[in-house]
């Protein structure tokens, strides 16, 4: 990876944690809609039926779809009730469109942020809600700070419904340890890259040595017949994985990021492999518009052409 480029992600991933800078977009009556028209290319719209038609769409389609009301960080406990209402009614209008799907969340959004407990009573109620529909909920995992809380409250969660889902960050040096004691719960495992930017001695930066580490972990869920949802867009660990055959498995699935490389994932499932797309809605989505254009600065040129010419961004377009 280039330097410049390098500087560019550790800007937007900086950005991106900047609470005054989210607060200052989310307030302004000239930033929010000029970088909303950059964001719609990731996010299917700011209320709930904006996913749910897009899911419809690409469930025709035969696409699995996860959907999540994007948001984090809440402190404020009447703002993270409504966050698992609104949670609440997203899992009872799929159930009434008996739409057997994953529904995907940060505890973080739903109470850890103010402490643990709340976040294990909310997950509990959700992942009974969901499970009465046949619904998976996938929990994300954030920043490392948050790590062993997340991971705690999962594995409560988790011994109760079997429809709880965790994701891993690869580049943390602490999930070597931490999957061998999650595949003995029946959760699938999510397995990311990880998207944050943490200290040089919790996380391995990106590098081909990241990819090998990423195989390694997919090969052990694999083998321990442990259902996986590779979310990757790399061309090389998908490549990869093709010749190893890992997409064969009935255990497996890929997941990418809804707009982003609709063309790749549209040439997997014309393979036959099981494939997944991540939706998101709501206004939070600063946060997460950053971290995708992080993950390829190429990224930013295509958010200046939405921003000039909103037009071009077509829904669903290549899937």
Not at 70 to 92: M, P, R
Not at 95 to 112: E, F, R
Not at 185 to 191: D, W
Request: with cysteine.
């Amino acid at each position: 990876m280039k330097k410049a480029e390098e500087l560019v992600i550790k800007a937007l991933k900086s950005a991106a944690r900047d609470e005054q800078m989210k607060h200052a977009v989310q307030q302004s009556m000239e930033l929010y809609p000029l970088l909303w028209k950059a964001a719609k290319r990731y996010v299917t719209g700011e209320k709930k039926k904006d996913a749910l038609q897009m899911a419809l769409k690409l469930i025709a389609k035969d696409y699995q779809v996860s959907i999540e009301f994007i948001g984090e960080n809440t402190t404020d406990l009447v703002e993270c009730q409504k966050v698992k209402d609104e949670f609440l009614q997203l899992i009872e209008r799929m159930g009434a469109s008996s739409m057997k799907q994953t529904v995907s969340l940060d505890l973080s959004h739903i109470g850890l942020s103010i402490n643990a407990e709340l976040a294990y009573k909310h997950l509990v109620e959700l992942a009974r809600k969901a499970n009465q529909y046949e619904i998976t909920l996938m929990i994300s995992m954030e920043e490392s700070s948050k790590t062993s809380d997340i991971l705690d409250i999962y594995k409560k969660v988790a011994s109760q419904f079997s429809n709880v889902g965790i994701t891993l960050q690869v580049h943390l040096y602490r999930t070597e340890e931490d999957i061998q004691q999650l595949i003995q719960y029946p959760g699938k495992v999510r397995l990311v890259k990880g998207a944050f930017q943490e200290p040089i001695d919790v996380a391995l930066q990106r590098s081909e040595a990241l990819n090998e580490r990423y195989l390694l972990f997919a090969e052990q869920l694999i083998n321990a017949n442990h259902p996986i949802s590779i979310a990757t867009h790399d061309d090389v660990l998908i490549q990869e994985m093709e010749q190893r055959q890992y997409f064969n498995q009935s255990n497996v699935e890929i997941e990418m990021l809804y707009g982003i490389r609709p063309d790749l994932i549209h040439q997997l499932k014309a393979k036959g492999c099981r494939c997944k797309v991540y939706l998101t809605y709501g206004s939070e989505w600063y946060l997460y518009l950053c971290h995708r254009l992080a993950e390829y600065p190429e990224n930013l040129f295509l958010a200046i052409a939405d921003i000039i010419n909103p037009s071009i961004v077509t829904r669903s377009e290549g899937y």
